[in-house]
């Protein structure tokens, strides 16, 4: 989490944009009034494709390179205090049928901001490939044919989240805080 004044979000957002854009990312989400950024997917870099700077560390090098994984980020600016840190108390969440929660315009308003980065970590899977057992290099795969010619084909591919990359949220808050002159987050 990063705390952002309330005279400079206009700042930060476009300073989020830029990050996300300097690591390959695009921004297919721009909401200013309800301050929302989510970026498509990007292919996570392996060890044997160092011009992909997203991997945290060497491990994590070699696991993309071992199985396809991609990255996306969704940032969110919200009033500060809108959810707790702590994990310990309860904050009060968004009216999800937007019955009693009044409209939210970061852009017109002056209240002190936080910045929460979320960058998930999606696994590509693919339908019925078959590994070997004794070397990578060998592997097939099983074709699912439909019985009947009139229901679609299932995928060949798909992508499962599997996890966060924490190392990459805390790179995003770290690079917009230096931008913008603001003391990192702890």
């Known amino acids: 989490m990063l705390d952002i004044p309330g005279d400079r979000y ?38 044997l494709e160092p011009w992909y700077g997203n991997a945290a560390d060497l491990s994590q090098g ?17 009033p500060r205090g809108f959810l707790e840190s702590s994990g310990t108390g309860v904050g009060t969440g968004p009216d999800l049928l937007g019955v009693s929660m009044p409209l939210r315009d970061l852009a017109n308003g002056s209240e002190p ?28 795969r099983a074709n699912h044919v439909a019985g009947d010619p009139t229901w679609e084909e299932t995928p060949g591919s798909f992508w499962t989240p599997v996890s966060r990359d924490e190392a990459a949220e805390r790179r995003f808050l770290a690079e917009i805080a230096r931008d913008l002159g603001l003391p990192a987050a702890p």
Request: aromatic share 8%; glycine share 4%.
């Open 10 to 47: 206009e700042q930060a957002f476009d300073t989020a944009v830029s990050v996300v854009r300097s690591h390959g990312m695009q921004p297919v989400v721009r909401d200013r009034r309800e301050g929302v950024i989510e970026t498509d997917s990007v292919i996570a870099g392996t060890v």
């Open 62 to 78: 070699i696991e993309n390179t071992l199985s396809q994984y991609r990255m996306k980020a969704r940032f969110e600016f919200l």
């Open 113 to 140: 901001l936080e910045l929460r980065v979320w960058v998930y970590r999606e696994r590509k899977h693919t339908v019925g490939q078959r590994r070997s057992t004794w070397t990578r290099s060998a592997k097939s």
